[in-house]
């Protein structure tokens, strides 16, 4: 791949690895407009996170399988266009439960995007510049996470809530007519097989069956389980300090500062730490933050000086875990990378799953512990995780495939 096209190519990636998570952040900072516009509670509106993740999680269990077998562009395209459908049904919703169902729309359609440009890496990519990639491609990712709730602040502000499922839009079709007309299909017709249920299901039974699977995609799902927990649930208890949603916005953007260097410290000492013991530098750093975030909240909070700096100290763990992690999960098999890619995307998902929605069941009796709590928690499965599928052999063979 000549440079030009393999900048071309990075840029497609990125934003394909960003759409779902700007998706899912980006109306963060909204949320107590959208609550109110809706005359609903904290509880109802945080099920849009919740929601989102679920059907987020589910989708790509058939995107990436699938694709390894009739190949990367036409699941994308499928999943595009639904993304889009979701999002504009987002736009004239009338009630919350309208707004609901949408999401999960959204969220079944992204899970393509999000899950199909790493097995693309793969295919276009070879031997250490995998591990390149994936770690500059989810720092550059990283953003997102930071530069979507800022930007929704401010347009949420001046342009009201709606006008960021607007600019969601226009980015998704963007998406779609670079997919349909630009991108060339990446995997070979050689590595393609005739669509097989029964190859599908013996794929995931051997990933089910491998503990050095379950326990490394668990540890990265539980990371950015605790993560999402503090994405969500920041802006309700911010924001019952009063303060105004383009500040909430712009408390994120420590947090991708923590996550680029994490990410960029890894790969600078992977050639050293291996992909084991950078991992288990990531799962102890993330573990510390969470001790010290339920720590400096125990008595109350009145100031995001109390939330943020801890959270960094997570954040930055998963800059070292979630790159090396995935990057060495796919590249343990990569006869199946869509599978392995979506069966860790689901754990990912259900993680984010699980800790939005328990933080946001808890919020309303407990309040910021609510939030700091299921961190805690996430972070300590995620060591235990981690442990138990470092004792586990790598993935099996697929047999008959």
Not at 44 to 63: D, E, H, N, P, T
Not at 195 to 201: D, E, G, P, T, V
Not at 264 to 289: Q, T, W
Not at 384 to 397: C, H, M, N, T
Request: one cysteine or more.
């Amino acid at each position: 791949m000549s440079g030009f096209g393999k900048a071309l190519f990075l840029v497609y990636a990125t934003l394909l690895s960003v759409v779902g998570l700007f998706a899912s952040e980006m109306f963060v900072p909204s949320l107590g407009a959208i609550q109110r516009h809706f005359q609903s509670d904290a509880a109802r509106v945080g099920l849009s996170i919740s929601i989102y993740m679920a059907g987020f999680a589910v989708a790509q269990l058939f995107y990436g399988a699938l694709s390894d077998q009739v190949g990367r562009k036409p699941p994308l395209l499928v999943g595009l266009t639904l993304f889009l459908l979701g999002t504009l049904g987002c736009i004239s919703a009338g009630s919350i439960e309208a707004f609901l169902a949408f999401r999960l729309v959204q969220a079944i359609g992204v899970g393509a995007a999000y899950v199909l440009w790493q097995p693309m890496v793969f295919d276009l990519f070879q031997g250490d510049e995998v591990q390149r990639l994936f770690a500059r491609l989810m720092a550059v990712g990283s953003l997102s996470p930071a530069l979507a709730p800022l930007l929704g602040g401010y347009m949420a502000q001046s342009l009201g809530w709606r006008s960021v499922f607007w600019l969601l839009t226009g980015l998704t079709v963007a998406l779609l007519a670079w997919t349909a007309l630009v991108y060339r299909e990446s995997l070979s017709r050689e590595a393609r097989q005739p669509f097989s249920a029964s190859k599908l299901l013996r794929q995931y039974a051997g990933l089910l069956r491998s503990r050095f699977f379950l326990g490394h995609a668990g540890a990265i799902g539980c990371g950015l389980g605790a993560y999402f927990a503090f994405l969500t649930m920041l802006p309700l208890v911010l924001s019952g300090l009063g303060y105004p949603p383009n500040v909430i916005g712009s408390m994120y953007l420590p947090l991708v500062v923590a996550f680029i260097v994490g990410a960029e410290i890894g790969r600078r000492v992977h050639p050293s730490l291996g992909d084991r013991g950078s991992c288990a530098l990531g799962a102890g750093l993330g573990l510390a933050g969470a001790v010290i975030l339920l720590a400096s909240s125990s008595q109350g909070v009145s100031s995001h000086w109390q939330l943020v700096p801890p959270a960094m100290l997570l954040t930055l763990g998963n800059g070292f875990l979630v790159p090396t992690g995935t990057a060495y999960l796919i590249k343990s098999h990569p006869d199946r990378a869509g599978a392995c890619a979506s069966a860790a995307g689901f754990l990912v998902a259900l993680m984010a799953f699980a800790s939005t929605f328990l933080a946001s069941l808890a919020f309303d009796r407990i309040g910021v512990l609510a939030m700091t709590g299921t961190m805690l928690l996430f972070a300590l499965v995620m060591n235990v995780s981690l442990y138990w599928g470092r004792r586990g052999a790598q993935i099996p063979a697929v047999a008959g495939g």
